[in-house]
């Protein structure tokens, strides 16, 4: 979806803020190569395991008040962790579709990285919180814990009852088991006009599924990571229409750190990314934590546009590369240095 | 031109879009996982949501001070749950020996966020 500056303001004392929407799928259908963050981690050389959390798409439709809750998304996340770092995948596995050459059978990681986006990092959250020990580092994507997070609530998605809804869709899902009602209702919370294609909507409105009662309802487990030792990486990628929410005087950037410190107590690197500029094929950060910051990286992004409408193809090629290398600068410790562009927004 | 030409550069503009389904050209394994786990979860008396209109009372419930009186009762639950998963490692990867484990957002599956 590309570049997408909306504003940029300084505040005396506060935080200085570049909002921008990067949109981005784990594994879309539509253009995966612009999209797909399997296909970007692939290319990149890492490995990579993608599943549809319980409630949703191809797994188990459970309980939507009892059991579709946070507390066992955690836990089912965990046991999909042991099972990867055993090597124990496959062999527990019903295999789908063709068979995987013999490379799979064997695989057991030496590291393992979590992924989270939104609800998916307040479950990756949550397994620091809990089995800290199971992840080597971690990311979390489109996720602010702070005392404000009731300000985008079930209120904001236009929900409708799933099995009513769609009942061609949907049909499989019992009581408690929500979706959103419209292509609008989508936009109106995920995307910002000027900033996404149209067909990204309407892909995201076919593939749209269902959240529960139990999942609105859960609260994130705020227990101290004192297991987690790896680095982490927190990007909240809130859409430009949240600028009024973020810009809030309690979810400053202390509040934020002071809240999520207090949950990873024991991460031996964190990085906090506000914002995030999107070019093709790479995203680049712009760290927001104090004026004298803000300033180099408004420096920075001004310096960019210009170089991209003005300089050659192979300028705009090392420039890319050297920021990527930046970026990777930064998320390496514990050992492990991975990528972390692309990232996908709630 | 020929409609039926027509028809043919129409189809096969189609072709690709249905021969592309997820991990189509990548070194990937769909799998049906069946795990087990167990959990502390909250007994929350939330209403009863069997209709849109027992839905949007809920989303009205939950986003007001109401609910701030609500239970916290642990709930303990057990099962074994079917997972579907994708499981994808490089051909040539230098760093395939680092596995992400990627889970996504509210209101999509395995291919969105």
Known sequence: MGLALTRGTFRTGKVYRVLMVCYRYWDPELKPEEYSYVDAALSKGYSILTYDRLGTGKSTKADGYSEVQLGLQVAILKELTVLAREGKLLASSKILGKSPDKSFNSYKPKKVVHVGHSLGSATTSGLLSLHGNLSDGAILTGFLPNNQSGKVGANAFGFEFARQHDPRRFGDRPAGYAVQASLSSIQQIFLKKGSFEVEALEYAEKIKQTGTVGELSSALIGKPAAEFKGPLQVSHLHPMRYGSWVDKSTSTSSARTTTLSAMVIATTHMTWRHSIVSIPQRLISVYTCSPVQAMVSLFRLMLRRVMRSCLPTWALKVSRELHEFKLQERVKGGGICFSVYRFSMF | ?113
């Not at chain 2, 049906?32 to 949501?49: C, D, L």
Request: aromatic share 8%; net charge positive; with cysteine.
């Open chain 2, 1 to 113: 031109m020929h409609s039926v030409t027509r028809f043919l550069i129409g189809l096969s503009a189609l072709l690709p879009a249905l021969a592309t389904p997820t991990g189509h050209t990548k070194n990937c394994v769909q799998l049906q996982i069946p795990v087990t786990a167990s959990a502390n979860n909250t007994r929350y008396n939330s209403v009863k949501v069997e209709s849109n209109i027992d839905l949007v009372d809920f989303v009205w419930d939950t986003s007001t001070w109401s609910h701030a009186n609500r239970s916290t009762e642990v709930l303990p639950v057990h099962g074994t749950y079917s997972i579907s998963a994708q499981l994808c490692i490089p051909a040539n990867g230098k760093k395939s020996h680092v596995l992400q484990i990627a889970t996504h957002g509210l209101g999509f599956d395995k291919r969105y966020v």
